[in-house]
């Protein structure tokens, strides 16, 4: 062997060169169709894309669904009826840090396309797969008997948790009783958590009645044996207070 290039190689070496300089000369966008092709679609960025509405199940089985076409994006666990509305927050290394109403995290999101789910059972977070599409997080339309049923409903949980009878009531308007019936089910669901707790008879103990209102901001209150649950319909899911902070409220008194 000489080291020259054949006749044949140097017309690859020649078709090389010319589809290079072709690369860079070409737009933008054509360029980065040549990325993708060579990498994928994570591109240059290196960020793993997912359905703006993903479904998720961590290490340890737990299952949830991601909705991110809202302005506050949304989570729902599929063993739980509750819907958290999120805060995103940016992380170091280009990270996204989802975080509940009480600031506490809830997720990170890496710029690799990463998912950790962060629980009272894992402080410390357990590792997510993308598990594919999910159903939208949406608030349906809601009848006035619609809402009667979900505050029955509501109540009933409450009560077989609190072992008394908790009531359930509300002031509502067409424009605010969808966000209300789903609020009447977070309140149930918080009184099942704090049921739970070593100090839950102390908590449950402080109210026998929730009263569901419409406001311009979302609270929880207790006074004079009343939970008091107001929600702020402009705001969709995310104008109605969590399980987590109605918790919180009972605990700080």
Same mark, same amino acid.
């Given at each position: 062997?000489?080291?020259?290039?054949?006749?044949?190689?140097?017309?690859?070496?020649?078709?090389?060169?010319?589809?290079?300089?072709?690369?860079?000369?070409?737009?933008?966008?054509?360029?980065?169709?040549?990325?993708?092709?060579?990498?994928?679609?994570?591109?240059?960025?290196?960020?793993?894309?997912?359905?703006?509405?993903?479904?998720?199940?961590?290490?340890?089985?737990?299952?949830?669904?991601?909705?991110?076409?809202?302005?506050?994006?949304?989570?729902?666990?599929?063993?739980?009826?509750?819907?958290?509305?999120?805060?995103?927050?940016?992380?170091?290394?280009?990270?996204?840090?989802?975080?509940?109403?009480?600031?506490?995290?809830?997720?990170?999101?890496?710029?690799?396309?990463?998912?950790?789910?962060?629980?009272?059972?894992?402080?410390?977070?357990?590792?997510?797969?993308?598990?594919?599409?999910?159903?939208?997080? &949406?608030?349906?339309?809601?009848?006035?008997?619609?809402?009667?049923?979900?505050?029955?409903?509501?109540?009933?949980?409450?009560?077989?948790?609190?072992? &008394?009878?908790?009531?359930?009531?509300?002031?509502?308007?067409?424009?605010?009783?969808?966000?209300?019936?789903?609020?009447?089910?977070?309140?149930?669901?918080?009184?099942?958590?704090?049921?739970?707790?070593?100090?839950?008879?102390?908590?449950?103990?402080?109210?026998?009645?929730?009263?569901?209102?419409?406001?311009?901001?979302?609270?929880?209150?207790?006074?004079?044996?009343?939970?008091?649950?107001?929600?702020?319909?402009?705001?969709?899911?995310?104008?109605?207070?969590?399980?987590?902070?109605?918790?919180?409220?009972?605990?700080?008194?």
């Amino acid at each position: 062997m000489t080291g020259e290039p054949t006749a044949s190689r140097k017309k690859v070496i020649v078709a090389l060169l010319a589809a290079l300089a072709a690369g860079f000369a070409a737009p933008a966008a054509a360029q980065e169709g040549l990325r993708q092709g060579l990498f994928g679609k994570h591109g240059g960025s290196g960020r793993a894309a997912a359905p703006p509405i993903a479904r998720y199940v961590s290490e340890d089985g737990q299952a949830f669904v991601l909705d991110r076409t809202h302005p506050r994006p949304l989570l729902k666990f599929e063993d739980s009826p509750e819907v958290w509305a999120l805060q995103p927050m940016p992380a170091p290394r280009g990270d996204v840090i989802y975080k509940n109403d009480l600031g506490e995290p809830v997720l990170r999101a890496t710029r690799l396309g990463g998912v950790t789910l962060f629980t009272d059972a894992r402080p410390a977070g357990a590792a997510a797969a993308l598990a594919g599409d999910g159903p939208p997080l &949406r608030l349906a339309p809601l009848g006035p008997q619609a809402l009667l049923e979900r505050l029955a409903q509501a109540s009933l949980r409450a009560s077989r948790a609190a072992r &008394r009878t908790i009531l359930f009531e509300a002031e509502a308007t067409p424009a605010s009783s969808a966000l209300i019936a789903d609020a009447a089910t977070v309140t149930s669901v918080a009184v099942v958590r704090m049921s739970r707790r070593k100090d839950g008879r102390a908590l449950l103990a402080q109210f026998r009645k929730v009263l569901l209102v419409e406001g311009r901001k979302a609270s929880a209150h207790i006074d004079d044996q009343v939970l008091k649950i107001t929600v702020a319909p402009s705001q969709g899911l995310a104008g109605r207070p969590s399980s987590e902070r109605i918790i919180k409220t009972a605990a700080s008194r």
